[in-house]
């Protein structure tokens, strides 16, 4: 695929969409090893293809599959060998795609004398299309991601059918790693013909990372519970602190107010902590609660705090420091080695060593929220 230029600058390339589809193309037993159309490697796009629709899901958006339906006999046979029979055990989903994630599945290639490579010409069982899913979006932003099986044939054919059915507010973006083609030259050509026709190239990580679109995510949190002021109150840094931490950043900025520090937080739970939180939405909250730093009512509070003499723990000299050193900002990323999420953030002992409990309880907390959705 080195032909192929990825698009990617690190920004958000492709802006916010209110909206994202995600389609796989075909990803049937007989397109892959042992099927009788098989496509080198073809079940290699499952783990990518799960990847990328968990990430919808997370996003409220709307996870499709589509498949070849043939009947026994049909002129489609007459170029190809007999695949994908209707009820056969070549035309069931690869082991590894869970049907019942499907928001839909669309059957197509069911006529005798059908092609069908295109998911554009596939209906679901109450006779739902590609074009009313997408028509019932309405004038949103919709990112409309593009993976399966052949990246050749009938990926290409539904990434080119959808930029013709569709108009601007949809983006038509194929996923190149969620995707293979029966022979990678043919492969190369459909990529570049999709790229010609403003279909956007991209690889997972790209998507996963968050790094080229992201969805406008409506408000996580049980948000009619929380009035304005509770909500403001959720961007204070002493929400998540308990009298520990600030005694050992008072210790760190008594004898060690040098030291530096860095923190890195890997997920050691068994479960990808991806499938439940959203990268964008912890970035932006750990963004809000760095630009905001302590609130004049936490100092306050903390000035306050006495010990069993009535004596104040912390010195006007620490309250001070606490008032004008901003945390260090944090830096959420994918990391394509461990498939997950990964935090980290540098700086001061003092000051740095509060976003540990933060990280720690925010990300539990998204984690749960995250948890409840999904299941
Ligand atoms: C396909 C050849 C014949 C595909 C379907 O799914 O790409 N290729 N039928």
Redesign the pocket.
Known sequence: MEKVEIQRNGELLLGEFDDVIVVG??IQND?CEGGS?AIPDGASIVPKFNGIAKWVKLNNGTVILTR?WHPEKTT?FDQ?PV??VSGSRGAEFTPGIDPGMADLILSKGMGSTE?A?SGFQGRSADNQTLSDVIKQRGSKRVALLICG??T????KSTALDAISNTDGNVEVIAVVDAMKA?SEDTGNIALSQMQQKGIHLVTSADILSEKVLSVHRKVVSPDALVSPEAEDKLEDISYDLDYYKLTMSNFAFEFEPDTEVTLTFHNRGNQRLMDYVGIGNLQSLFDSIQRRGFSHEELSYIRGLRNSRGNNIFSDAYLEYLANTPLPKVNVRYDPEIDDVVIDTAGIWAITSFWETIIMSRVNEMYFQGYMRVI
């Open positions: 193309v075909d397109f159309l070849d489609h190809w695949h994908c092609d490579y099986l052949a050749d044939y009938c990926v029966v």
